[in-house]
């Protein structure tokens, strides 16, 4: 089982962004946090990366039902989502997949909610070109 939902998308780097964060707020996510790993690197490493966000989607709803359940599943939020640029210049976008990310947790309606989750990362990986 894989630990992602990947898909490599026909865009140029911006553009998988732009159309990443557009379709997680289709799908009820809002971006909580935007790291630019790339210029992360640069400033405290001084070393050159290739273009790579991580983006911390968040569905309100959803963390809300999971935080409900397991109080300390607030360790497993938000969602990553990467955008990365391989060294031929292909992007790829990459979610986390909940259900696995989750097994550890021994509570089978966190299951069925990171299921649900990962339905609609799954949707949301889908929807970009």
Known sequence: MSYHLSK?????????????????????????????VAATMQKKLGVAFRPYRILGACNPRMAHEAL??????????????????????????????????????DNPELARLAGTVRDMLRSVVNRIA
């Open 68 to 105: 409900k359940l397991e109080d300390k599943v607030g360790t497993m939020l938000p969602c990553n989502v990467v955008v990365q640029q391989h060294d031929d210049g292909s992007v790829e976008v990459s979610a986390i997949d909940p259900v696995t990310s989750m097994q550890g947790i």
């Open 8 to 36: 490599m998308v026909g865009l140029g780097f911006d553009a998988a962004v732009d159309a990443t964060i557009a379709a997680l707020q289709a799908e009820g996510f809002g971006v909580l946090t935007d790291i630019d």
